[in-house]
């Protein structure tokens, strides 16, 4: 079969959803009205609640919630059960789940004064839900920054050709927002002359690397991520993140067209096994994908800053579906790419490069540069420029993850946390905390122990999110079961995931060496948290009279 017949099948799948199936649950669940002012406006601090136009707060909240995850996820679920099982869950998992996720997070925090998630559910749930909620999701957050901050600092370590065009983004997204905001330049000129300026700075990178140590880029984006998240976000995270939303674009348009020039075969497995290295394909399929489907990180993000710069109601679909939707663009494309583009585990001699089980070995960061690199190779951008463009992108969005994570932990941990304390709930204290743990976490590498349970931790996250909407929207006698229904799911897939990573795997090393021991206990709070939290959130929304469908 040819890539590019499901390339082209399942963007009109995504324009349908958008254009047909969202705007039924608009109409029906959240009914936006312009009439009401967001809290962009009523709140307006100029810091973090700055009413923001709609092109820049799109990228920056695409930019928040892409990170890592739409291609890493895919790329691992690939590897381990072939394309077929990926490819059913990316394009429906985005359709019926995530898209409900991360508008109706979206629109429920601008309704209730921009407060994050967890706050929400103290008031739809109960307080007991709000503070395990809280508590489980701040601590998610420093794990987040620990092993985003690890990740850039060992991508510039090893490819330090693209060190001048990442920090050179931060200065130029500084100049942008000052541009934009106080100078009042128009966005498209502005825009346009940041990327020609961004193309001089590609060039000085390949033509001037900075050859630095891991520990040297790790501080130096410590340090930047908690300047960068208490500063106001229209001056830096804002335009930063909408440049990087121009960077993905350019990349999933090139990288579209050049599948289309490249034309290729799927050579790669539909399926392999159902268990593959110890690895069942269902519950861990849905922990595996998680960005390109759905994903916890996603209402975190809409709840916590993408509320405080909403302009107007009826622009929240094309924030949080938009969004949703252009995730799923992305995860379809990199499934394509790594199954088509690059030979599964044989490739002719001339092509000996491209075989995606030797790059496997490297990572699936060095996997998708070269599956990207290869695609647009077919329009005649040099190899070495379509790889290292491709390892840029993914680079870009981990940055922008970074400091809007630290920026979430800060507001997760003054509202929910101590909110009664003056000084620790001080922003540039707060940032500081969340900072300083991560800092713990990285420098005694105990992220390496944690972070195989994060998967889980994330998707947890997702379901009691959708309860928490669930039972907002029921409580105004709206329908129930477009939200419910992914809510009891992703509920059911998660507490399974971990009740295999629990029973099946960390428990065998139980007592017998630290990290499966930390592992279980984490697997074990994880799984009460999640049913407690659940089991409550049923018995509420269960009890409210809300419509059927």
């Known amino acids: 079969m040819n890539a590019v017949w499901i390339l082209l099948l399942g963007i009109l799948w995504y324009l349908f959803v958008y254009f047909v199936y969202a705007k039924v649950v608009d109409k029906k669940v959240v009914v936006p009205d312009d009439s009401r002012?967001?809290?962009?406006?009523?709140?307006?601090?100029?810091?973090?609640?700055?009413?923001?136009?709609?092109?820049?707060?799109?990228?920056?909240?695409?930019?928040?919630?892409?990170?890592?995850?739409?291609?890493?996820g895919p790329i691992l679920a690939y590897s381990l059960f072939g394309w077929g099982a990926a490819l059913l869950w990316i394009l429906l998992g985005t359709a019926f789940i995530g898209i409900i996720h991360d508008y109706f997070s979206l629109m429920t925090s601008v309704r209730n004064e921009g407060l994050s998630i967890t706050e929400i559910s103290g008031k739809t749930i109960s307080p007991t839900a709000k503070w395990m909620f809280s508590i489980f999701v701040w601590l998610s957050l420093i794990l987040i920054i620990a092993v985003f901050a690890v990740i850039t600092a060992k991508t510039l370590e090893s490819k330090p050709e693209i060190a001048i065009p990442t920090l050179g983004l931060i200065v130029l997204a500084l100049l942008f927002g000052l541009a934009v905001y106080r100078l009042k330049w128009k966005l498209i000129p502005s825009t346009i002359v940041a990327w020609i300026i961004l193309f001089i700075l590609v060039d000085l990178g390949y033509k001037y690397p900075i050859v630095a140590s891991?520990?040297?880029?790790?501080?130096?984006?410590?340090?930047?991520?908690?300047?960068?998240?208490?500063?106001?976000?229209?001056?830096?995270?804002?335009?930063?993140?909408?440049?990087?939303?121009?960077?993905?674009?350019?990349?999933?348009?090139?990288?579209?067209?050049?599948?289309?020039?490249?034309?290729?075969?799927?050579?790669?497995?539909?399926?392999?096994?159902?268990?593959?290295?110890?690895?069942?394909?269902?519950?861990?399929?849905?922990?595996?994908?998680?960005?390109?489907?759905?994903?916890?990180?996603?209402?975190?993000?809409?709840?916590?800053?993408?509320?405080?710069?909403?302009?107007?109601?009826?622009?929240?679909?094309?924030?949080?579906?938009?969004?949703?939707?252009?995730?799923?663009i992305l995860a379809l494309l990199v499934l394509m790419l790594v199954s088509s583009s690059l030979f599964w585990d044989k490739a002719p001699s001339a092509l000996s490069k491209f075989v995606f089980k030797d790059l496997m070995k490297q990572g699936p960061i060095v996997t998708f540069g070269n599956a990207f690199g290869r695609a647009v190779h077919a329009l005649g951008i040099p190899l070495n420029i379509g790889v290292a463009f491709g390892i840029l992108m993914l680079n870009a969005f981990v940055l922008t993850s970074l400091d809007t994570s630290v920026r979430l932990s800060r507001f997760v941990f003054q509202e929910a946390l101590v909110k009664n304390n003056k000084f620790l709930s001080n922003r540039w204290?707060?940032?500081?905390?969340?900072?300083?743990?991560?800092?713990?976490?990285?420098?005694?590498?105990?992220?390496?122990?944690?972070?195989?349970?994060?998967?889980?931790?994330?998707?947890?996250?997702?379901?009691?999110?959708?309860f928490t909407v669930t039972a907002y929207f029921v409580g105004f006698k709206k329908p129930k079961l477009y939200s419910y229904i992914p809510a009891l799911f992703m509920w059911f897939v998660t507490e399974s995931a971990l009740f295999y990573l629990l029973f099946f795997k960390y428990i065998k090393g139980f007592g017998k060496n630290a990290g499966d021991t930390i592992l279980s206990l984490v697997a074990i709070i994880l799984f009460l948290l999640g049913l407690i939290v659940g089991i409550e959130a049923i018995k509420v929304i269960n009890k409210k009279k809300g419509l059927e469908g």
């Not at 050049?258 to 922990?287: A, Q």
């Not at 993000?301 to 799923?328: D, F, N, P, R």
Request: with cysteine; proline share 7%; glycine share 10%.
């Open 37 to 72: 002012k967001p809290p962009a406006y009523t709140l307006n601090d100029g810091v973090d609640y700055v009413p923001s136009p709609t092109p820049v707060l799109f990228g920056h909240h695409f930019s928040s919630i892409a990170g890592a995850g739409p291609i890493v």
């Open 214 to 328: 891991f520990n040297v880029w790790f501080y130096i984006f410590l340090i930047y991520s908690f300047i960068a998240s208490s500063i106001p976000v229209w001056l830096l995270l804002q335009p930063r993140d909408y440049l990087s939303m121009t960077i993905l674009f350019v990349g999933l348009f090139v990288g579209y067209l050049g599948m289309f020039f490249l034309h290729p075969e799927i050579n790669g497995p539909i399926h392999t096994t159902f268990i593959s290295k110890g690895t069942p394909l269902v519950p861990m399929l849905f922990v595996i994908i998680a960005c390109g489907a759905i994903s916890g990180f996603h209402s975190l993000v809409a709840s916590g800053t993408s509320s405080k710069q909403l302009k107007k109601e009826s622009h929240g679909k094309i924030i949080g579906v938009g969004g949703m939707i252009s995730e799923g």
């Open 429 to 466: 204290v707060a940032g500081f905390v969340g900072v300083f743990f991560a800092y713990i976490l990285a420098a005694t590498k105990s992220w390496n122990v944690i972070w195989p349970i994060f998967g889980s931790a994330n998707q947890l996250i997702a379901a009691l999110s959708l």
